[in-house]
């Protein structure tokens, strides 16, 4: 294997690196940082992300981290490690990995929608709103195709002239279908749990189910489209209840895995 390092700094800067560290190996300068945002991405300074990509002759990415810090690279125990697996093991075939290192990432999102809800009681009686919606969320991969976490959601209703607000916690679950080379995927969610303020809406807790397509953007970055249902229910035995049907669109910050 040839070890070689890139830089988006000047060949000047590079070259005094060199000198002082002592380096054996082959520096490169990534003038515009062009060779980085096509490996690993670039930063929301412009700046090339941290990443370690092994390449096998005739070109095939065998292996990409993308990192969050330079701290945050992959030890060289464990790169060893990935290069018997993926050339030395395979005696000349080459498994070509390319998957996108965002799909593997814990996220942080927030997704805002409006659209129409229905309020309905123990009467029969039924009230259209308008309904919109709030939605913080931590997302924790626990494999490729599924997702854990817990959100913290904030609704409002309108009925002519009032408005009934909520503000509800509880813990989601997420199937996710990659595509396109884990650049995007489909999310299928359900979430559950109490309503931690709801003078107006008497409701006691919630259930929510949603489909979401996400798409990274970035690294670190993905954009979040999607159609949900949310049901406020006044208690377990009533048919009391707002039920709302919104469509959202959101941010996510990619975090370390």
């Known amino acids: 294997m040839q070890l070689i390092a890139i830089s988006v700094d000047t060949v000047a800067q590079s070259q005094a690196m060199v000198a002082k560290l002592g380096v054996r190996f082959p520096?490169?300068?990534?003038?515009?940082?062009?060779?980085?945002g096509t490996l690993v991405g670039i930063d929301d300074a412009e700046l090339a992300i941290p990443g370690v990509v092994v390449v096998a002759r005739g070109g095939a990415i065998v292996f990409r981290q993308i990192a969050s810090s330079k701290d945050d690279r992959i030890s060289t125990a464990d790169l060893l490690a990935v290069i018997d697996d993926k050339i030395v093991g395979h005696k000349g075939v080459i498994a070509v990995d390319d998957s996108f290192a965002a799909i593997r990432r814990s996220q942080l999102s927030f997704d805002?929608?409006?659209?129409?809800?229905?309020?309905?009681?123990?009467?029969?009686?039924?009230?259209?709103?308008?309904?919109?919606?709030?939605?913080?969320?931590?997302?924790?991969?626990?494999?490729?195709?599924?997702?854990?976490?817990?959100?913290?959601?904030?609704?409002?209703?309108?009925?002519?002239?009032?408005?009934?607000?909520?503000?509800?916690?509880?813990?989601?679950?997420t199937l996710r279908l990659p595509f396109w080379h884990d650049i995007a995927a489909l999310h299928l969610s359900v979430s559950t749990g109490p309503e931690l303020f709801a003078p107006?809406?008497?409701?006691?807790?919630?259930?929510?189910?949603?489909?979401?397509?996400?798409?990274?953007?970035?690294?670190?970055?993905?954009?979040?489209?999607?159609?949900?249902?949310?049901?406020?229910?006044?208690?377990?035995?009533?048919?009391?209840?707002?039920?709302?049907?919104?469509?959202?669109?959101?941010?996510?910050?990619?975090?370390?895995?």
């Open 200 to 257: 107006q809406a008497n409701a006691t807790f919630y259930t929510a189910a949603s489909s979401q397509l996400w798409f990274a953007m970035r690294p670190l970055w993905a954009l979040q489209l999607g159609v949900g249902l949310t049901s406020h229910w006044h208690g377990f035995d009533s048919v009391d209840a707002i039920h709302a049907g919104v469509f959202t669109i959101g941010l996510a910050r990619l975090l370390a895995p």
């Open 27 to 36: 520096v490169l300068s990534d003038d515009g940082a062009k060779v980085a």
């Open 112 to 173: 805002a929608g409006v659209g129409v809800g229905d309020k309905v009681t123990s009467t029969s009686t039924r009230t259209a709103t308008l309904a919109t919606e709030a939605t913080l969320t931590f997302a924790y991969p626990l494999s490729r195709h599924f997702l854990v976490g817990a959100e913290l959601r904030g609704a409002a209703n309108r009925i002519a002239s009032n408005t009934t607000a909520t503000v509800s916690a509880g813990a989601k679950a």
